[in-house]
């Protein structure tokens, strides 16, 4: 009898451990998620259940199957270009380098007023197939995303209130490609990864004009629902993606993909901070707006113009040959008939002389 009271009560200690356990594993926005491994991104649903939902970031954009809507009008950085004076704060968080942006930065020409929280890149590693993009475009990806994080503050009092409601949040995706030159304002945030090597290190960075990491072309986007592209995935993001698309470097980008760990200096086995994008998410029947028409003629490329002038050129040529050959026939045949009709002439003049020289012999 004490044996099996001893037994029971062991069998619930363990049954409590194991609950406990489960608990600290769902209540964890803490859980140490990761791209790949053990909490990698096809686990992260199992930790975080809205990563499973219907409605996840990034897409793969077919810009075949995009819906034009003339409503969407340019996005309207708001307080983008006076920084101020305080230094921003640049965290290596150890999934991102995040920048935090200063309250009155914000966001119009959306249904309502977002205010600017704050921004960080996705990327790849060197010599990585793709890229590290989050979003795609017809399948393409790029060397590496922006992200600008903002909360609706027209209808929430704070970030905390409006993170998990489906208007709560919006985010402006640009797509950063390579060029030859060193781009200025990414050198703001690039030229200060050295500082911050390590997960939870954090660097001041003078302010600075944020509305040069944007593309241009405000006005060229696309736009739908979606989520927050990392743990814990809530449903509450309206995206725009800009076409233009912005470039560093090939040093710039090979110091943003080499240059963070995601392990603490301690470790001995220091885990370079790379791929930190996640996979494209199925649309499941969502609606992607664009805010420019369908191109009309189909973009032809550089060849294929030069083909189509020379093409056009030798049939105006061959044309004019033709007419040319056409003129000449005409004309050679008008010049063949005229002594024919002299002939006729002087044949039918003939006889009527005979007769005006015959007509008075009777
Ligand atoms: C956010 O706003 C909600 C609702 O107004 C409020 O209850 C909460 O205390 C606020 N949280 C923070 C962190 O300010
Ligand atoms: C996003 O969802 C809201 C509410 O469900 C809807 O009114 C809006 O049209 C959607 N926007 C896009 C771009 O699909």
Redesign the pocket.
């Known amino acids: 009898m004490g044996k099996s009271n001893i037994m029971e009560f062991f069998g619930i200690v363990i049954i409590k451990l194991i609950l406990f356990q489960q608990w600290t594993n769902c209540a964890g926005s803490d859980t140490h998620w990761t791209y790949t491994g053990s909490v990698g991104q096809f686990q992260w649903s199992e930790y975080f259940p809205d990563c499973g939902g219907t409605k996840q970031s990034p897409i793969d954009v077919e810009t075949a199957q995009v819906q034009h809507?003339s409503s969407l009008t340019p996005v309207r950085p708001l307080g983008y270009r006076q920084p101020g004076k305080e230094p921003f704060t640049l965290t290596n968080n150890g999934h991102t380098v995040e920048m935090s942006l200063p309250g009155w930065m914000g966001l119009g020409g959306l249904?309502w007023i977002f205010t600017a929280l704050q921004l960080h890149l996705h990327w790849g590693s060197s010599g990585s197939r793709g890229g590290g993009s989050e979003h795609t475009i017809d399948g393409h990806s790029s060397a590496a995303e922006l992200h600008v994080v903002h909360y609706n503050s027209e209808v929430y009092a704070n970030v905390s209130a409006a993170k998990k409601q489906?208007?709560g949040l919006a985010v402006l995706g640009v797509l950063i490609e390579t060029g030859e030159d060193t781009n200025p304002a990414f050198e703001n945030i690039i030229g200060y990864l050295g500082s911050i090597k390590h997960p939870g290190m954090t660097v001041s960075v003078p302010a600075f004009d944020v509305q040069t990491l944007l593309p241009l072309n405000l006005g060229r986007y696309f736009?739908?629902?979606g989520s927050l592209t990392t743990p814990p995935c809530y449903q509450s993001v309206?995206?725009t993606v800009f076409t233009e698309r912005v470039k560093v470097s090939h040093t710039q980008l090979r110091k943003l993909e080499t240059t963070l760990f995601s392990s603490e200096s301690e470790e001995s086995h220091s885990i370079p901070l790379q791929d930190n994008f996640r996979n494209t998410q199925p649309l499941n029947h969502?609606?992607?707006?664009a805010s420019f028409p369908p191109e009309t003629v189909p973009i032809y490329s550089v060849g294929e113009v030069c083909a189509m002038v020379i093409g056009a050129l030798c049939g105006c040529i061959g044309l004019a040959v033709i007419a040319c050959f056409v003129v000449k026939t005409i004309r050679s045949k008008e010049t063949q008939k005229e002594p024919k009709q002299d002939v006729v002439f002087k044949t039918t003049s003939d006889p009527e002389k005979e007769e005006a020289t015959t007509q008075p012999e009777p």
């Open positions: 809507d249904p489906s208007d736009r739908y629902n309206l995206w969502r609606m992607v707006l």
